[in-house]
């Protein structure tokens, strides 16, 4: 069995490190759970027309299933990022798959039409284990995973947040159809429920919080210092205003990522205005295209690139400069409605915008390090959905008031504010310095499981 805390004498000329081959198990567990969870994000608001139409409510309360994420992580993450770090990963893993599948079992007394308000009580449950899931992915990867697999680590459970979604913009538009909206649904919650279950089972059978041994040099600094000396959040937080690094990344990822979260939640809106015959078919399959292309392939190679080169400052400046000219494309494809090339630039667009989140979290650790990681990332994923709610609002402001054109104008103009902010980073890289402070021992032992 692998203790819950690491065993192997440390010192500081020469750790012992051993990676497990157990970890592969751990992040799939995670990237699993992760998935369901999300699939729930965009299930309503996706095929937004029919559930108004079932349950008699209007369009603030349909796009209110998915707000209710967005709303629980700016309220709780300074609870939750407590609760991460001062109970295990297998606690806190439990904690969010539980919720979830509470979440999804509640999904069941909302079949019938005059129960939406059972639709945003569970949605809640599940934003709320949402909150644990979104803090975790980096720790898990830094706890589980050697130095140069962490980047790639984290990409695999972000990989599960973005099949979920990914999934939730297709398979409730698949299943629930206006010929038969109560069967669809009752399909539908079934699912939800039974693959919840399910999960919530494995994580608590086969989900562990730590290796017997740290896999990294940087583990195992964190492993031998005082219980007593480690931060409380409110000192990380004291730390992190004075970090000018760290808030750069807050400040260019924030903006970046942030702008593609609202056109998410924006994309219907910009989708039929430019396009005002299209009847959902087409913005699904645009949705998921683009969900696969950037949060699953982006984020797996981004999240290589940086395991590879270590050169955050660089990919982060190239993905950002990316989007930009990519959202130069996109914003002229939308004023003059061109929808074959909205239906190819969208997806490559989503390639460079879906990677921000591990470019993000990684970058985040690193110029955070030795801070607890689910500091650092709880903050970042807070600023992301503040600029995202910000630009919901700016760009109906904007469009209403202003013009439709003006609105994408604001989209690209921010994100070229985000990509010169990465030119005032500097190069240093607290984690990868501590992981080259010491020559691995000859100890050290790749893939071994106890």
């Known amino acids: 069995m692998i203790n819950s805390n690491y065993n192997a004498p440390i010192s500081n000329s020469e750790p012992t490190i051993k990676v497990y081959g157990y970890r592969w198990i751990i992040i799939a567990i995670f990237a699993s759970f992760n998935a369901i969870n999300f699939f729930q994000f965009l299930q309503f608001t996706v095929i937004g027309d029919i559930i108004q139409t079932y ?23 300074i609870p939750v990022g407590y609760i991460v770090e001062n109970t295990s990963l297998k606690t806190s893993s439990m904690i969010g798959a539980g919720l979830t599948a509470v979440g999804n079992c509640l999904k069941l007394l909302a079949i019938s039409p005059g129960n939406f308000y059972w639709v945003i009580i569970s949605q809640s449950f599940c934003a709320v284990a949402q909150v644990f899931m979104l803090i975790t992915p ?23 947040t973005q099949i979920g979604l990914a999934l939730g913009a297709v398979v409730p538009a698949l299943m629930v159809t206006n010929k038969d909206v109560q069967d669809g649904l009752t399909s539908l919650f079934i699912y939800n429920a039974s693959i919840s279950v399910i999960l919530f ?20 600094e964190l492993s031998s210092s005082n219980q007593d000396d480690r931060m409380t959040y409110w000192l990380a937080t004291k730390g992190f205003l004075k970090n000018r690094d760290y808030l750069i990344v807050l400040s260019t990822i924030g903006i970046g990522y942030g702008i593609w979260t609202s056109f998410g939640i924006l994309v219907n809106q910009i989708f039929t205005k430019a396009f005002p015959d299209d009847h959902g078919t087409d913005l699904g399959i645009l949705t998921c295209i683009t969900c696969i292309s950037g949060g699953c392939f982006g984020t797996m190679f981004f999240g290589y690139i940086l395991d590879k080169t270590h050169k955050f400052k660089l990919v982060a400046f190239t993905v950002l400069l990316a989007n930009t000219l990519a959202g130069i494309i996109q914003a002229a494809f939308f004023i003059k409605s061109y929808k074959p090339g909205v239906m190819i630039i969208v997806p490559i667009n989503g390639f460079f915008s879906g990677s921000l989140m591990v470019i993000g979290f990684e970058y985040a650790i690193e110029t955070t390090y030795p801070t607890p990681e689910a500091f650092g990332a709880a903050i970042l994923n807070t600023v992301i959905y503040v600029f995202g709610i910000l630009y919901v609002l700016f760009y109906n402001i904007v469009v209403d008031n202003i013009s439709y054109a003006a609105g994408q104008i604001i989209f690209v103009a921010s994100l070229a504010l985000a990509t010169f902010g990465t030119i005032f980073i500097s190069p240093e890289l607290r984690r990868r310095n501590a992981n080259l402070k010491f020559e691995v021992n000859e100890g050290f032992t790749k893939d071994t499981v106890e």
């Open 55 to 77: 349950y008699g409510i209007d369009e603030t309360l349909t796009q209110m299933s998915g707000v209710v994420f967005m709303l629980a992580f700016i309220l709780l993450f």
């Open 138 to 160: 980096s720790k898990i990867a830094s706890v589980w995973f050697g130095a140069e697999e962490v980047s790639t680590a984290c990409a695999i459970g972000l990989f599960g």
């Open 201 to 220: 089972i494995f994580v608590i059978l086969f989900f562990r919080s730590k290796p017997q041994t740290p896999p990294s040099n940087s583990q195992a």
